[in-house]
């Protein structure tokens, strides 16, 4: 699917060292959500760099499989985690919304990538209005990682706002950039 060598380095290197921070903030996550959090993250990111790699036509169980399990996740902390205080960083309902839209267009790249293994004319998005979606896609998660990266870094130390942890607000701008260029690539 992904037949230019950029868009396949970008992918492999943005969803792989999303793939490794994911990994990595298991063993600095001092609960057992935040530990389930960050292995979904982790899981999700390293099937979209197998998406990267091209292997989605061979392997769309497993990915789709993976995929859909940290949408599942996702929609069960929208239903039984209820919104908490706002001091709680990366908790919440909004959180979980954010994690189960990302799953969901996951799962779209996945399913893009899947089909669009022939020519360009096999492939699903070949209408006018999925082409436009997939590329507003690409431009909200170009939006989405800009927030990631301000909200972890640039915020004054007057503001009454909590700063996004480091690690996280790095893997979720990888993640969101990864999905732009994702998206674009099948649109």
Known sequence: MFRGSFVVGALVLLFGAAAVLGFGAIFRAKSVAARIDAAAAGIL???????????APLGVVPLGAATGVVFLLSVVRIVYQGPRAAGAAGAGR?????GAAVAALSGWVLLSASSGAGSVS???G????????????????LFAATGWLLGTFAMPAESKSHAVPRLKGVREALVAAGLAVALYAIS
Request: net charge negative; proline share 3%; glycine share 12%.
């Open 126 to 141: 070949h209408q006018l209005g999925i082409i436009l979606a997939d590329i507003m896609g690409a431009i909200l998660m």
């Open 94 to 98: 909004w959180s979980a919304i954010y």
């Open 45 to 55: 990111a390293a099937a979209m760099a197998a998406v990267g790699l091209g292997w």
């Open 122 to 124: 096999d492939h699903p």
